[in-house]
């Protein structure tokens, strides 16, 4: 007589993680904190963002000393173009890195959403963005003796939204770029035209139609109104609000698309 062995139990699978969710204020702080910790062991850098905006003001101040109107005239604008430049630079190149290295992909497959890890690059960057652009305003107002009619604190909030603009492309950007030469390369298509197209060199309204077109829908055109609303009115204008609420909403939705767009490998 045979018996029958009972079937082996099937091995149930381990359940799945849970989704993470797209925004997590406490992972975002994580995120945050970890891309804070590794920028205190890189002076270089710190140097970049901390240090060459004020250089770069500093020599422009006395490439026009003997025309100091002419640095009224642009100083103030390009104080919210350095910052824009430095960020985007060492944003695009620090999460490449990232996605090249395999820090990129290990972080995701813990429960960390690509929104979490953009806000906390967000987050850090925007705390060295503060210090950059308060140093930078500093400078230009009290040491290089920026004529300014509006309050310094004005300025330093268009420096400051510019800079976190520059955060947003960078990490845009990156998503994009198969090497840290290729991100350094972004920067001629995307940040170049605007500089063109601002009203920096020309006034906008000079332009040919279709290029004041352009430059209608190019967020460091209101960076630079902005700036010149601070320079040549007493109070905050119904015009430098405008301005304000655009190059954010810009920074915002170019956030949003770098947490669609990222990915975990280089392409």
């Known amino acids: 007589m045979t018996t029958q062995t009972p079937p082996a139990p099937s091995a149930t699978p381990p359940p799945a993680p849970a989704p993470a969710r797209a925004l997590n204020a406490s992972r975002t702080t994580a995120t945050a904190a970890r891309v804070l910790r590794q920028l205190r062991h ?39 173009v350095f910052p824009l430049i430095t960020m985007f630079l060492v944003t695009s190149i620090a999460t490449l890195r990232e996605r090249t290295s395999g820090t990129l992909e290990r972080l995701l497959a813990m429960p960390l959403g690509k929104g979490d890890l953009i806000a906390g690059y967000a987050l850090a960057f925007g705390a060295l963005a503060i210090v950059q652009s308060a140093l930078a305003t500093a400078l230009a107002v009290w040491f290089l003796d920026l004529d300014v009619i509006g309050s310094p604190w004005l300025l330093l909030l268009v420096a400051l939204l510019d800079a976190l603009l520059g955060t947003a492309l960078g990490l845009f950007v990156s998503a994009f770029a198969a090497s840290e030469f290729q991100a350094v390369q972004f920067m001629p298509a995307v940040i170049f035209p605007q500089l063109l197209l601002c009203g920096l060199f020309a006034p906008r309204d000079t332009m040919h139609p279709a290029l004041e077109a352009v430059s209608d829908v190019l967020p460091v055109s209101y960076a630079v109104d902005g700036m010149n609303e601070v320079l040549h009115h007493t109070d905050m204008t119904a015009t430098f609000v405008r301005d304000v609420l655009l190059v954010a909403g810009c920074a915002l939705l170019v956030l949003f698309l770098g947490a669609a767009t990222l990915r975990r490998r280089t392409p």
Do not use: E, H, N, Q
Request: hydrophobic share 50%; aromatic share 10%.
């Open 42 to 80: 890189d002076p270089r850098t710190i140097a970049l963002l901390i240090l060459i905006p004020c250089v770069m003001l500093f020599l422009l101040r006395y490439v026009f000393d003997g025309s100091p109107r002419t640095f009224d005239g642009i100083g103030a604008s390009l104080l919210g």
